[in-house]
């Protein structure tokens, strides 16, 4: 039951609602308590021989007054008990989704998408039906239960209530162990769900490289290893909720054996009235569903407190980048310093950047190039302050950029990653994302200087044309253009292309660079690329190896060296070469 005190929160909130709800759930309990009443009445007054048409009527108008008022307490108490229990669902998931729009790499790196997912759906609908479903059963059975006994004990006879309540320790001690059992296994369920949601949604997202590999039935056959698990622990889970059931029946059937037996011994004796004693297994018959409602509790609660663990742990995980108090609420401009002694990713051994430092005007062009794992990458995701451990200091614009709230140092920058991430919506919305009021013209700007507005034209519908999740109907060329004409539609201080020019031709690539040379002739640019034809242009270079610059120059300087870069470069000149078939151009 310690799930209602952790929920105590919620329930302060809408405090109104439960009580209203629980008022009325008490006044259906008293007004339950009529019926069986009139019932023992009417028969003794039946077998007194005193029972008149008059004296019926009275009492059927009785019992219907009080079912239409049963009728109406019902309908207001559903209302606000289950209204405020679908609220409780619509605060938890955007809890969960500010929550993980606050996270870093890190925490995605650790976690599934579909693990998150099932939080964000099974779990949140387990903690609600406890605020709904629990609510009702926990005041349902304690009211409707207390009343039918105090009427049973006080309007017919004390002694045979106590007898009848005999039974009543054998279902409390089997109850709370089936529910500790509940806990347990509903738990194990719910990460067995998870790990299909994840599996599906894993598949689904790479359905084009299971094809090509031809792993399909593979992957049917992890498919149904998962979803047999699912069906596995779940059955595991309903085999213990099998067992309330039963267990409540036989302390019920064994309540009514001792009630008749007594009660016919209590009627030989003239200690009681037949009608009173078909009124008192009327009321025990009152008292079932409270028994039930106890087993249904155990059920929900269990399941609520299972799913509210899960989902507190994930709202218990520090976000790893805050802003500090008093940060400036200013886009930053103007020159960047980046000097980082040391900087590891968290659980990693060694350090990814090792003694790397530069500067860079504003309007200037920084190029990175590097080996994959060089550190190019790492560079960017602290400029961009998705890490905040670091030996060092950062600046933007002369003060560290810690010193930003952090969104607005992201305004500041427009961020092309490696993995281009596209909607699942028209190519015109995937343009204007940052700017959901850019007109036609914007987004045809942004699209010319990234040079792919010729190629959205040959689309089926144009700009309109859906691009399908994740952009799977465009090549990867294609991608890469949109993801830069979406970064250019923010007027970003600084642009990043991280490695984002990879999947376009030579000449397309140095048109594009032209494009943007003019476009942003006093803005900042950091490029990262494996080509160095990228980066040849740039201002500064930096020659990454194992974490550390090796060289750092201009082209000319760099080429002058004869070093590392000097020997790319010529390698690259070859690969062209032969590539063209060892014409010079």
């Known amino acids: 039951m310690k799930v209602f005190l952790r929920l105590g929160w919620f329930f302060k909130e809408r405090q109104k609602e439960y009580s209203i709800g629980v008022l009325m759930l008490i006044l259906v309990a008293i007004l339950q308590?009529?019926?069986?009443?009139?019932?023992?009445?009417?028969?003794?007054?039946?077998?007194?021989?005193?029972?008149?048409?008059?004296?019926?009527?009275?009492?059927?108008?009785?019992?219907?007054?009080?079912?239409?008022?049963?009728?109406?307490?019902?309908?207001?108490?559903?209302?606000?008990?289950?209204?405020?229990?679908?609220?409780?669902g619509k605060l938890l998931r955007e809890k969960l989704f500010r929550h993980f729009t606050k996270m870093g790499p890190a925490f995605y790196q650790e976690r599934r998408i579909g693990d998150l997912m099932a939080h964000a759906t099974n779990d949140v609908s387990a903690v609600q039906m406890t605020a709904g479903s629990g609510v009702l059963t926990l005041f349902d059975s304690i009211t409707t239960g207390g009343f039918v006994i105090l009427a049973m004990a006080f309007t017919i006879d004390w002694r045979l209530t106590l007898i009848a309540?005999?039974?009543?320790?054998?279902?409390?001690?089997?109850?709370?162990?089936?529910?500790?059992?509940?806990?347990?296994?509903?738990?194990?369920?719910?990460?067995?769900?998870?790990?299909?949601?994840?599996?599906?949604?894993?598949?689904i997202t790479g359905v084009k490289v299971i094809k090509s590999f031809g792993y399909q039935q593979n992957d049917i056959e992890d498919f149904r290893r998962l979803s047999q698990e699912v069906v596995d622990k779940n059955i595991r889970v309903a085999?213990?909720?099998?067992?309330?059931?039963?267990?409540?029946?036989?302390?019920?059937?064994?309540?009514?054996?001792?009630?008749?037996?007594?009660?016919?011994?209590?009627?030989?004796?003239?200690?009681m009235s037949v009608g009173d004693l078909i009124a008192f297994t009327t009321y025990l018959g009152l008292l079932v569903w409270p028994m039930l409602a106890i087993g249904m509790l155990f059920n929900i609660v269990e399941r609520g407190s299972a799913s509210y663990d899960r989902i507190e742990s994930l709202l218990e995980t520090p976000v790893d980048v805050e802003d500090k108090e008093g940060a400036i609420a200013e886009?930053?401009?103007?020159a960047i310093s980046f000097h980082i002694?040391?900087?590891?990713?968290?659980?990693?051994?060694?350090?990814?950047?090792?003694n790397v430092a530069f500067d860079l005007?504003?309007?200037?062009?920084?190029?990175i190039v590097g080996k994959t794992g060089s550190g190019k990458s790492a560079i960017l995701k602290l400029l961009l302050r998705q890490f905040d451990q670091y030996e060092g200091t950062i600046t933007y614009g002369g003060l560290p950029?810690?010193?930003?709230?952090?969104?607005?140092?992201?305004?500041?920058?427009?961020?092309?990653?490696q993995d281009h991430f596209l909607f699942s919506t028209s190519v015109y919305h995937n343009i204007a994302f940052s700017d959901e009021q850019a007109n036609k013209e914007e987004v045809e700007h942004a699209a010319k200087t990234a040079h792919i507005h010729d190629d959205i034209l040959r689309f089926s519908q144009g700009y309109d044309t859906v691009v399908g999740e994740r952009g799977v109907a465009l090549s990867g060329g294609q991608k890469q253009r949109i993801s830069i004409a979406r970064a250019l539609m923010m007027k970003p201080n600084l642009l990043i292309l991280d490695d984002s020019l990879s999947a376009v031709d030579a000449k397309t690539e140095e048109a594009i660079l032209h494009s943007l040379k003019e476009e942003r002739k006093n803005a900042t640019t950091i490029?990262?690329?494996?080509?160095?034809?990228?980066?040849?242009?740039?201002?500064?270079?930096?020659?990454?190896?194992?974490?550390?610059?090796?060289?750092k120059g201009t082209h000319e300087e760099l080429m002058a060296l004869r070093g590392r870069y000097y020997e790319m470069y010529q390698l690259q000149q070859l690969e062209q070469l032969v590539e063209r078939g060892g014409q010079d151009e």
Not at 401 to 416: P, S, T
């Open 33 to 88: 308590l009529v019926p069986p009443k009139i019932i023992g009445i009417t028969i003794d007054e039946i077998g007194d021989g005193t029972l008149t048409a008059g004296s019926l009527g009275k009492w059927l108008a009785y019992i219907a007054a009080t079912v239409l008022v049963m009728y109406v307490l019902r309908f207001y108490w559903r209302k606000m008990i289950f209204g405020s229990s679908n609220y409780l």
């Open 239 to 271: 085999k213990i909720d099998s067992l309330f059931d039963p267990t409540i029946s036989l302390v019920i059937a064994i309540s009514y054996f001792l009630s008749l037996m007594f009660g016919a011994k209590f009627i030989v004796e003239g200690a």
């Open 341 to 354: 002694q040391s900087f590891t990713f968290p659980r990693d051994e060694h350090p990814t950047l090792k």
């Open 361 to 367: 005007q504003e309007g200037e062009t920084l190029g």
């Open 401 to 417: 950029i810690d010193d930003y709230r952090k969104e607005q140092l992201r305004k500041a920058i427009g961020y092309v990653p």
């Open 165 to 203: 309540l005999i039974p009543m320790p054998l279902m409390a001690l089997s109850t709370s162990y089936y529910g500790k059992l509940l806990h347990m296994r509903f738990r194990e369920a719910q990460a067995a769900f998870s790990d299909l949601n994840d599996k599906t949604q894993e598949s």
């Open 331 to 334: 886009v930053p401009k103007g």
């Open 527 to 551: 490029i990262t690329s494996h080509r160095l034809s990228a980066i040849q242009h740039a201002n500064l270079i930096l020659f990454m190896e194992n974490g550390t610059i090796a060289e």
